[in-house]
T-cell receptor
Framework: EAGVTQFPSHSVIEKGQTVTLRCDPI?????LYWYRRVMGKEIKFLLH????????ESGMPNNRFLAERTGGTYSTLKVQPAELEDSGVYFC???????????FGPGTRLLVL | GNSVTQMEGPVTLSEEAFLTINCTYT??????LFWYVQYPGEGLQLLLK?????DKGSNKGFEATYRKETTSFHLEKGSVQVSDSAVYFC????????????FGSGTRLSIRP
């Protein structure tokens, strides 16, 4: 069974540009989560999808971040325009049911110059 | 609110040494507790978990016991190997906020041959 996959693995962009990160959850997992770790600090929750609906987006830092999950399969996280402080590692996770074990992807390392 | 505090790193040990990484938590309910590990160049992997008081999670020689009276979930291993070098994250999830995992800041562990 394939795990959670994320694309790209690394992205280097300039301040003001747009970047879109993609996450493919484990097949059959309705719950999809985004997290990020900035500047070597703790990993922080961004948002939670149940199928295509946003269940909890309390962790989204500001309106420069837009997450979508059309069709309830893969999800994208767009940062527009990117700022220096957005640099970090963005993780995606999925689970079959809420409160069950979340399985994480390898992360996308984003560097904004 | 819920939070996790873990031992600051980096921690450097010699091969075959005994390892303890301390973790304490604050939670209003009865959380599930986790240790995640990130090996160099890889994503987050669930190392072990415990879902109720006095449960012991174990995997790959690592153990942690859910201690409600001390609100702790310390990670231990009797004899570490070079291949254990990684960043270790203590984390919790609570049924009242089932959508999110709350992580500690991570502890980098380096094992010398």
């Amino acid at each position: 069974e394939a795990g959670v996959t994320q694309f790209p693995s690394h992205s280097v962009i300039e301040k003001g540009q747009t970047v879109t990160l993609r996450c493919d959850p484990i097949s059959g997992h309705d719950n999809l989560y985004w997290y990020r770790r900035v500047m070597g600090k703790e990993i922080k929750f961004l948002l939670h999808f149940v199928k295509e609906s946003k269940q909890d987006e309390s962790g989204m830092p500001n309106n420069r971040f837009l997450a979508e999950r059309t069709g309830g399969t893969y999800s994208t996280l767009k940062v527009q325009p990117a700022e220096l402080e957005d640099s970090g590692v963005y993780f995606c996770a999925s689970s079959q049911l809420p409160a069950e074990t979340q399985y994480f992807g390898p992360g996308t390392r984003l560097l904004v110059l | 609110g819920n939070s996790v505090t873990q031992m600051e790193g980096p921690v450097t040990l010699s091969e075959e040494a005994f390892l303890t990484i301390n973790c304490t938590y604050t939670a209003t309910g009865y959380p599930s507790l986790f240790w995640y590990v990130q090996y160099p160049g890889e994503g987050l992997q669930l190392l072990l978990k415990a879902t109720k008081a006095d449960d012991k999670g174990s995997n790959k020689g690592f153990e942690a016991t859910y201690r409600k009276e001390t609100t702790s979930f310390h990670l231990e291993k009797g004899s570490v190997q070079v291949s254990d070098s990684a960043v270790y994250f203590c984390a919790l999830s609570d049924r009242s906020s089932a959508s999110k995992i709350i992580f500690g800041s991570g502890t980098r562990l380096s094992i010398r041959p």
